[in-house]
């Protein structure tokens, strides 16, 4: 199947779908890991590929970095996921995220924060970069 920029927001829009289930259950005010174990679970039985807490290895100048960074979901090597439960999102998180998504090579992220009182309206911004850009329509 070829990955199309359709597809990548229809994988991301049953992320989406995912946390939204996650949170009505759970509701707001619990751990970040709590609701990510949640929402893995929840994107497994919808058989989908995940992977989560993998190390990130910065490559600066043709050098591999001895430091390492960690991400915390990825959706069929294709979404980037990261999961917050804080009284809002700063600057910062979509800025680790896009890096990820570059670092990484992925053409769509989506920040969740779980501590809010709808997601879609508040605790939700989906990201894209210049891999998403060169994807077919």
């Known amino acids: ?11 991301a829009y049953k992320i989406v779908g995912c946390a939204i289930e996650v949170h009505k259950e759970l509701g707001p005010g619990l751990l970040e890991n709590l609701y990510e174990e949640c929402l893995i679970f929840e994107l497994k039985n919808m ?5 989560s807490q993998q190390q990130i290895v910065p490559i600066y100048k043709g050098i591999e970095c001895i430091s390492r960074l960690r991400f915390d979901i990825l959706v069929e090597d ?10 809002g999102f700063s600057p910062i998180d979509q800025a680790q995220l896009l890096s990820y998504m570059n670092l990484l090579e992925k053409p769509k992220g989506l920040l969740i924060n779980y501590n809010v009182l709808n997601i879609t309206t508040e ?3 989906p990201l894209v970069n210049k891999y998403f850009a060169k994807l077919p329509e």
């Open 1 to 11: 199947m070829e990955v199309t920029k359709r597809f990548v927001n229809q994988l």
């Open 47 to 51: 058989g989908l590929k995940v992977t």
């Open 78 to 87: 294709l979404v980037l996921v990261e999961n917050k439960s804080t009284n």
């Open 123 to 125: 605790g939700l911004i």
